[in-house]
């Protein structure tokens, strides 16, 4: 009987413990410290170059095609924020973007010719 109370006291305290750190995971997004970004060409000519600052560093994608598209990734382990400038093929700029991510977020930049819409698909985690 004694070995039986001390066999159930141990799976008690691996499930607390494992809880405890599934929460801690999510609270802290220590799955995937990751922000997902999809830069989708839907003007009517070429991207030069696409420039993506973010609080950790930055990031420049060329050579976009209308109708094409690129995704680059980034590190944020928790609130981020990023802005984007495009450059077109015949030398004319639009900036704009994002303000907020987390960690975990994926967003569709739709880049058009006259203006750049975020499109968020949360926590998506996709490879």
């Not at 094409?68 to 400038?85: H, M």
């Not at 700029?93 to 968020?120: C, N, P, R, W």
């Amino acid at each position: 009987m004694r070995t039986l109370l001390k066999f159930v006291a141990l799976v008690a305290m691996v499930l607390v413990s494992f809880g405890v750190g599934a929460i801690t995971a999510i609270v802290f997004h220590l799955g995937s410290p990751i922000v997902t970004v999809q830069l989708k060409n839907s003007s009517s000519q070429k991207i030069a170059s696409v420039h993506l600052d973010h609080e950790y560093g930055s990031l420049s994608v060329t050579n976009i095609e209308p109708g094409g598209s690129r995704k680059v990734r980034f590190y944020s382990p928790g609130e981020s924020s990023y802005k984007i400038k495009v450059i077109f093929a015949n030398g004319s700029t639009i900036s704009g973007g994002a303000g907020y991510v987390e960690a975990g977020y994926g967003v569709t930049e739709v880049i058009t010719d006259t203006l750049i819409k975020s499109d968020f698909q949360l926590f998506s985690y996709a490879p």
